[in-house]
């Protein structure tokens, strides 16, 4: 599923939650993404986007294989996103960090 509406945030698709019938060739192509940017030396800089959700997001973009390939909306897996202010405090409160500002 979808972490927020925004398509074309790259960190949107996280790879926590991954569903597929067996066999899906999309995996085939991801794998083979992945294994083009391992070539690479430099080009990705961090880990997710070698690997993470930049990646995921990056193949449901490119792929044209026969196999079809649906990105639920945020709702049905991931009602809250990081990246909104109410998520980040969310996110805060939830991990013990004060929401309040300093005085």
Known sequence: GRMCADKRFDQSIPNALLISRPGLSFWTFMLEELSLRATVPGLYSSPENLTGPALLWQCVLKYRGDDRVVVLDPEYFYP??????????????ESGISVLPRE
């Open 80 to 93: 809250v996103t990081w990246a909104s202010t109410e998520g980040q405090l969310l996110r805060r409160a």
